[in-house]
């Protein structure tokens, strides 16, 4: 790995022109490479600097660097946006997850326990992210997504992306549709059900949207306030 990153000047699939700090992010703490272990991991850079050998569960380890960027961004009385890219519960789930998710879920199913002890670390790390928000987590927008759906196959524990049909890498409603939450009470009430077609490409315009800030020309996408303050029902 060090003889590549010498002879290179980069490892794995991001080349330095494509760094997120080159695409208007401030800071950049994650892995260069697609299928990063949950463990042990050699593919992760903070900004332009590898990081060499990351022990800890990268869940745990994502979510700490999101806390303290956040919390810097507090103690300077600054707004901030932070994007969390969790790996889980991307595939190959193995090995397990941490001992104290994967306890809390006995099954017949040692696979399907694994499943719900990966998402169980993901939703630890939001409700640890809003812990660190505090007060402010009211007037704070939150979007969570998934990117696709899941790959099937024997390894693909049930229910896959059922009731749909299809998977990762078609584009029928299996592979394209996933689930999108938002949250803002101060700006739009909850408990809202939406049957309208939206994109992640929609999630860039609405942050900016939500900061006040034009969207940059020909930009794809548009913002989702509308729609759910109740303004408008055509995004």
Avoid at 40 to 69: C, M, P, R, V
Avoid at 157 to 180: E, Y
Avoid at 181 to 202: C, I, N, T, Y
């Amino acid at each position: 790995i060090e003889r590549e990153i010498r002879a290179t000047g980069y490892l794995g699939a991001v080349i330095p022109e494509h760094n997120p700090l080159r695409r208007g992010f401030d800071y950049y703490f994650g892995y260069n490479r697609y299928e990063c272990p949950f463990y042990d991991s050699e593919h992760i850079w903070e900004n332009y600097t590898y990081t060499g050998l990351q022990k800890q569960y990268n869940t745990e380890l994502f979510t700490s660097k999101a806390i303290e960027f956040i919390q810097r961004a507090r103690q300077q009385g600054k707004p901030f946006f932070v994007e969390v890219a969790t790996h889980a519960v991307h595939g190959p789930l193995k090995p397990k997850a941490p001992d104290k998710y994967f306890n809390k879920f006995p099954s017949k199913s040692y696979d399907l326990t694994n499943f719900y002890a990966h998402v169980n670390a993901v939703d630890e790390g939001v409700a640890a992210i809003r812990d660190a928000i505090g007060e402010e987590w009211n007037n704070t927008l939150f979007i969570f997504c998934a990117d696709n759906g899941a790959p099937v196959a024997m390894a693909t524990p049930l229910p896959g992306n059922a009731p749909f049909h299809g998977h990762k890498g078609t584009f029928i409603q299996g592979g394209i549709r996933t689930p999108m939450l938002a949250h803002w009470p101060a700006k739009f009430s909850g408990g809202q059900r939406r049957e309208e077609l939206v994109s992640m490409l929609d999630i860039m315009p609405t942050a900016l949207d939500a900061a006040g800030v034009a969207p940059p020309t020909g930009l794809d996408g548009a913002s989702l306030l509308p729609l759910l303050t109740g303004k408008s029902r055509i995004v």
